[in-house]
């Protein structure tokens, strides 16, 4: 069975020089190969020559500026890419040329042959082969408790969600309730202002109809009289003597009832109107809407 390894150096290499591809070029079957290998395979060819795949043989024209005008097979240079960076892993820091095959415990670090017989000669190395069967079974543990972990973050990312969502549903309870019982208080203050000015009201009502009669009793009292001083001009003026004379003691009985009558013994005398407002800084300190209590989900004991 063949290795991730192995699948990758297949489709890396070029299968002319039978080494990893370096600036790989598709032909029109698909095949791809290095262009110095394309360049010497068809060195003998012009632009335009047919030449054959030397994979499957399908035949191609070489294009009018070269084999260098063919496609750059770009998933090969990826895979290429990715395999490079993975070899660059494989050779020692100290020595380019020598691949690392041992691993020292005690620097933590991949080490060649010459490495292991000079600068860790005395050092803790073995086999990267077998310490890395040793890392992948501290990594897989590793890797499980952190699933674990995400686990339980995933499952405290909606018992917070929940939670954010019953709190603003408490949020939105306590406000109807301020909002209500706030109406209630001013639904009562209202009314014992209403109650007051409709007492106000009755007491100018009152007070207005007591200074109609006291001016109506004064116009009564000033029609009389008039009508009194009207009569006693014209007969006066008019009169004959014995007209007078028999006037003269009815006329001076109504006047003396005028004058000995306290026509503005009846005054009007207006109520005497105050407001004494509440302390309405006492009101400020009272509770009366009621109290915000806030707990946290510990003190409240409903904490899961």
Partial sequence: MATSDSVATDLTTCSICHDMYDNPKSLPCLHAFCLKCLQSLCKDKASGDRASCPVCRVEFHIPREGVGGFQHHFIVQQLVDREKERMQGRYCDKH????????????????????????????????????????????????????????????????????????????????????????????????????????????????????????????????????????????????HPSDITRAACELHNRATEFLDSDITADKYRPPHVTFTPADVTQAKRLDLIGKLTVKTKEQSGSYI
């Fill in 96 to 239: 380019r040329d020598e691949q690392v095959k041992l691993y020292c415990h005690d620097c933590n670090e991949n080490i060649c042959l010459m490495c292991s017989a000079v600068r860790h000669r005395n050092h803790n190395s073995g086999k990267i082969r077998a310490a890395a069967d040793n890392f992948r079974c501290r990594i897989n543990d590793d890797d499980e408790r952190i699933l674990s972990v995400i686990g339980s973050v995933h499952k405290q990312t909606e018992q917070t969600k929940q939670y954010a969502a019953e709190f603003l549903g408490q949020v939105e309870d306590v406000k109807k309730k301020v909002v209500a019982t706030g109406d209630v208080v001013k639904h009562s203050v209202d009314d014992q202002i209403n109650g007051v000015l409709l007492e106000l009201q009755s007491v100018t009502s009152e007070s207005a109809k007591q200074a109609e009669s006291v001016r109506e009793a004064y116009r009564l009292a000033i029609a009389s009289m008039e009508s009194f001083h009207t009569d006693s001009q014209e007969l006066l003026d008019k009169g």
